[in-house]
């Protein structure tokens, strides 16, 4: 791969040739281009021992579960004249979801339950949500 000549340090301190034939390398200019890579490595099946599973967004159906839900102090102010732990709502944060329109459409919107009810962004058509995934990080520019 390579024209030059690699050398790899063993564990007791000799070197040997390395063989870099079968290697293959992705050079990435940013850490968005690094993020992508490692999300197509997982969905290609080749996980390095380096990307954790949790570092990886995958889409997650409905029917295997639901967000993670908190207890809210939105319910303090939400018709409740007065404040009882027992009023609380639980609610999750705003995830990203893949909706069924009723003529089969499939759309990507983001939404969060409130007490394991899905409340919807934009609440224009009916549609079943069928699967989610946690919100990507913001893009943060890369100043190097």
């Given at each position: 791969m390579s024209d030059g000549m690699l050398l790899q340090i063993r564990d007791d301190g000799t070197a040997e040739?390395?063989?870099?034939?079968?290697?293959?390398?992705?050079?990435?200019?940013?850490?968005?281009?690094?993020d992508a890579a490692r999300v197509l490595l997982k969905r290609a099946?080749?996980?390095p021992h380096w990307v954790s599973q949790d570092d990886i967004p995958r889409w997650?159906?409905?029917s295997e579960r639901l967000p993670e839900e908190r207890d809210s102090?939105?319910?303090?102010?939400?018709?409740t004249p007065r404040w009882?732990?027992?009023m609380w709502l639980?609610?999750?944060?705003?995830?990203?979801?893949?909706?069924?329109?009723?003529?089969g459409t499939?759309?990507?919107e983001t939404a969060m339950t409130r007490d394991r009810e899905w409340k919807p962004d934009h609440a224009i058509f009916k549609r079943e949500i069928v699967a989610w995934m946690p919100m990507p990080k913001p893009y943060k520019e890369?100043?190097?």
């Amino acid at each position: 791969m390579s024209d030059g000549m690699l050398l790899q340090i063993r564990d007791d301190g000799t070197a040997e040739l390395y063989d870099d034939t079968y290697d293959i390398t992705i050079h990435c200019t940013s850490q968005e281009e690094q993020d992508a890579a490692r999300v197509l490595l997982k969905r290609a099946g080749a996980i390095p021992h380096w990307v954790s599973q949790d570092d990886i967004p995958r889409w997650i159906t409905v029917s295997e579960r639901l967000p993670e839900e908190r207890d809210s102090m939105f319910s303090k102010f939400h018709g409740t004249p007065r404040w009882r732990p027992s009023m609380w709502l639980r609610q999750s944060d705003r995830v990203l979801v893949t909706s069924e329109l009723a003529d089969g459409t499939r759309i990507t919107e983001t939404a969060m339950t409130r007490d394991r009810e899905w409340k919807p962004d934009h609440a224009i058509f009916k549609r079943e949500i069928v699967a989610w995934m946690p919100m990507p990080k913001p893009y943060k520019e890369d100043r190097k």
